[in-house]
């Protein structure tokens, strides 16, 4: 039975697309969550500046 369940929940994220705000706040989420492990200084708000001052990749670059 969870089989099925997540089988449908991953058919259903597969239809949900993101616009840039969202991606760009999903991407500093990832990025603060996997930095902070490592370091205790790392905030939230370090992550958003950083991201607002390092130019963004294309699918075209």
Known sequence: ????????????????HMNEEQRNAQRNSFV??????????VTRELVEEISRRVPRRTDHD
Not at 4 to 10: G, T
Not at 33 to 39: A, C, D, P, R, W
Request: proline letters at 0%.
């Open 32 to 41: 603060y969550g996997n930095t902070k492990i490592e370091n205790s200084d």
């Open 1 to 16: 039975m969870e089989d099925r369940s997540l089988s449908r929940l991953i058919e259903l994220a597969k239809g949900v």
